[in-house]
């Protein structure tokens, strides 16, 4: 029993059930094939290149992740599609394959430029590297389509913002983008059903995502949900280590009828406290709420009312 042997059968079972497992099914998982203690699972999850474990209760002190009761692994790769419209492949360490193939349909068929070949002597060096050889196609894709950012297309950021029933995205329907709560993909919309953003798909983002060639069905969208969930989840993992993190927390009530935010995620001074600049434009953006500076976190306090409003 080798690491990459081991490690290369957690990713496989993390892509067979949508990239993402909870740690305790996970557990169980690798239990029944492989003799190892809770240290050692830790230590292969403790591999950030691959995995990413969150709901981590990590204690000061304690190496690797600390997996919680919440927790859930998520798979991860730095292999991506080669952008190039023509590449010789001699220098190229990126897979050679049709994006639209991985995106689920490509109606080109034989007439298509670019490689349906998985597995072509280019793409199986790669993937041998990587410890990815095992996985099968549906497998890989779902493994490329969370971790790659130039499969799928963008959450808009600026519908996100705003009251007006397009946030404050200035080309509404027109927008390239998807038109739907960030914060809802994320698993994690304190509003619900009251949400003034789209909590599924509308007819211009699955336009969007057919153009893509995407197969938008009813199951096919709790997929995409899915995708999208994880692909938050390693983009904050990736802001973690960079010295942020976008993460919003309910916090305790100050008065009656007020709700209290601590959002993280500004770009720090050296004394670790947020921007000034980065304050100001997120109290344009919030102008319902009183903004509080405490530290290195920011407050948002919600008095009342029912304006609508997410942190960027």
């Given at each position: 029993m080798s690491t990459k042997e081991v490690s290369a059968f957690i990713t496989k079972l993390l892509c067979r059930s949508r990239g993402c497992m909870?740690?305790?099914?996970?557990?169980?998982a690798v239990r029944q094939r492989y003799s190892l203690s809770d240290q050692d699972l830790l230590a292969f999850l403790?591999?950030?290149s691959r995995f990413i474990v969150t709901g981590d209760s990590s204690q000061s002190g304690?190496?690797?992740?600390?997996p919680g009761a919440a927790s859930r692994v998520i798979a991860k790769t730095s292999v991506r599609l080669c952008q190039m419209h023509e590449c010789d492949g001699r220098a190229c360490q990126n897979l050679h394959l049709c994006k639209y193939l991985v995106c689920g349909q490509c109606g080109r068929g034989k007439k298509c430029?670019?490689?349906?070949?998985?597995?072509?002597?280019?793409?199986?060096?790669?993937?041998?590297?990587?410890g990815l050889q095992d996985l099968d196609q549906l497998e890989l894709f779902q493994l490329l389509l969370q971790n790659d950012n130039w499969l799928l297309p963008d959450i808009c950021s600026h519908y996100n913002l705003g009251s007006d029933k397009h946030g404050?995205?200035?080309?509404?329907?027109?927008c390239f983008k998807l038109h739907i709560c960030k914060f809802f993909l994320q698993g994690d919309c304190i509003f619900a059903n009251n949400c003034r953003r789209a909590h599924r798909f509308d007819e211009s983002s699955i336009m969007i995502l057919e153009?893509?060639?995407?197969?938008?069905?009813l199951n096919s969208q709790r997929v995409l949900y899915e995708i999208y969930k994880n692909r938050f989840m390693i983009t904050a993992d990736f802001e973690k280590a960079a010295g942020k993190s976008f993460c919003v927390i309910p916090g305790p009530l100050?008065?009656?009828?007020?709700?209290?935010?601590?959002?993280?995620?500004?770009?720090?001074?050296?004394?670790?406290?947020?921007?000034?600049?980065?304050?100001?434009?997120?109290?344009?953006?919030?102008?319902?709420?009183?903004?509080?500076?405490?530290?290195s976190h920011v407050h948002l306090q919600k008095v009342g009312g029912?304006?609508?409003?997410?942190p960027p």
């Open positions: 909870e740690y305790s099914e996970l557990h169980r403790g591999d950030t304690v190496a690797g992740p600390q430029k670019y490689s349906h070949k998985v597995h072509s002597s280019h793409n199986s060096n790669i993937l041998t590297e990587e404050s995205c200035t080309y509404k329907k027109k153009k893509r060639c995407f197969k938008v069905d100050k008065c009656e009828g007020a709700k209290t935010w601590t959002v993280y995620g500004f770009p720090r001074t050296g004394l670790g406290n947020p921007s000034l600049k980065d304050a100001l434009m997120l109290a344009v953006f919030l102008s319902s709420f009183p903004v509080f500076i405490f530290g029912l304006n609508h409003h997410h």
